[in-house]
């Protein structure tokens, strides 16, 4: 369970680097080709291509992981916390089950969908050139199985520890 | 069994999932999932949803999203709205409960350079409540005001709920913006006077005895004015791209951010660090939000497959006069569902239930657009799930009791519901500007 949790952890932290990249590079590429427009009068083409089917998938799809692990996700507190104890614990193994559940399907049917692209370099034309765009695909795998693995080290976290069990937090 | 039908169940799922605390964007897309599955079969259900979560988010029109999101936490982290407070409290010092009054505009003023609902309480805030609690404001006012008047910064252009509601409907963003102007302000008022009425009649909520005269402050007018030329000029950088026609909204909004950061770096008042923070902050809430509008499109993919908003409009009009049934009828959806959803959620999920009626009714989407964002702009300080009220909740000391948040909320409704009845009778007050530029 402890490899588990380190992977998981290593996996959020990566995935969350990378959400972060991206939203500098958005950014940056949309600032500066506004910039170059207007002192320039023109700019490579392919900005709002690239922003949308490249930073933009990489910003919504890796930092998920991150946001799990942080409890930043959005849900409904409420009426969880008028439960009792113990049954609170065992709705947060069943929310971070069904989590771990959905984000591990999710990952695993866009993983033949990424891989399908990478095989045939998938790419985006544009008028004098072509962009490549089978990377993002790959970030919808890595952000969801992150999140699985993050939800999945959760739901053991939160388990009710029974008699004999330790009750050392992963 | 109807699909409609089936549909109701998936939706009653879609709720027992939330109040089990499973996270909003799982349950939309879990829904959407079983009840597409149960319309089309698993597998070519599994296959959709193999491409569909990229297939939303990889738009250049969300992309304002982010860019607008990282203006507002530059802005807010680099004090660039500071002056702000400084000249909404000069101004209003003499009226009862100058200090709450400035802090409601300071908002206003931050939404027209941020556009987060979020960002504006926090970052308004931050600065206004040390000065009004000195002064010995009601901490359920002060808690309340930060709550919302930065639900404002939806309202007042740039919001990114209405570049939301542009991409849904396929309406201009600049033409909404322009729409939400006069919306924001009249809330801004409505506010204002409310705070006016309650402190007048109870002064120790400002804390101040029934003759006890209000502290004037000996700042400098003109050197508090001079003090706003960094919000004023990136609110006119962002103002001149969306309407001088050099800018989409999402590129002013990337404008916006890289103008923040310039600003920002030329006044020395932003490290590396609290770039990096606001970056990172940016990043995960992009992802927190727009997740669930993820799961939002697939839910209302397989409503519409299911043939539920055609069922609703067909519901609502055996009641006879189809307009106003209508509008009570969503009002009250919007306001339950912005009880228990986020606000983009509540957007993404009723919109499209609610549009083909809208259309049919032959109503102005321009105004529908101001009447929803009003609506999950209330949902923003609406219990249990009022994320602005757990932003102001975290600017007051750990000790005070959330419920007393909440009834002071109770006060600012009350003017929400008088601004809504206003916004209803008069759909002029909403159109008047986008008319301008039609």
Redo the contacts between chains.
Sequence with gaps: MRAIARLAAIASTVT?FL??I???L??????L??VL??VVGTAPEGM??A???I???M??????A???S?G?????????DLMPRTLQRI??V??AL??AG??G??AY??F??ALEATRRGERLDLLAASLPIWP??WA?VAGFAALALSALVQAFGAAPTLPGQSSEPV | MQPHHQALIVIAGFLI??????????SL??CG?IGTASLIGLAPA?AL???A??EF????E??AV??FL?MGTIVSKSGLGDSLFAFFRLVFARLPGGLAIATNFSCAGFGAASGSSLAATVGVGRLAVPHMQRAGYDLGLIGAVCGCGGTLAALIPPSIPFIVFAILTEQSALVLFAAGVVPGLLTAIAYAVMIVARCWLDPTLEGRKADGARAADAEDLSEVIVGLWPIALLTLIVIM?LYGG??TP??A???G??SA?AIAIARRSFSLRQF?EA??E???????????A?GASVLTAYLSFAGFPAFVGESLSAFGDGTWVLLATLSIAFILLGM???PL?VMLLATPIFLPAIEAQGLDLVWFAVIVVKYIEIGLIT???G?NLFAARGLLPPEFPFPRLIRATMWFLLAEAVVMVILFSLPGLSLWLPSLLR
């Design positions: 969350g959400g972060k991206a939203v500098l958005m950014m940056a590429h949309i600032g080709d506004l427009r207007v709002p291509e922003v949308a089917r930073y933009m998938v910003v919504v799809f890796l930092p998920m991150l946001t799990q942080t930043r996700q959005i849900e409904v507190a409420f009426f969880a709705q947060s069943f929310a069904v989590t959905l984000a399907l999710i049917l866009s033949d969908v993002a695909r919808v | 999932l939330i109040v089990l605390r499973v996270p909003v964007a799982v897309i879990l999932l599994m949803l193999s491409r979560p990229l988010a990889a738009s250049w969300l992309s982010p860019m990282l791209g050099f800018a999402t590129e909004g990337g404008l951010a890289c950061l990096w970056v990172s940016t990043a995960v809430t992009t992802s927190a939000i727009l997740i669930i993820v228990v959803l986020d959620g219990p249990p799930v994320l």
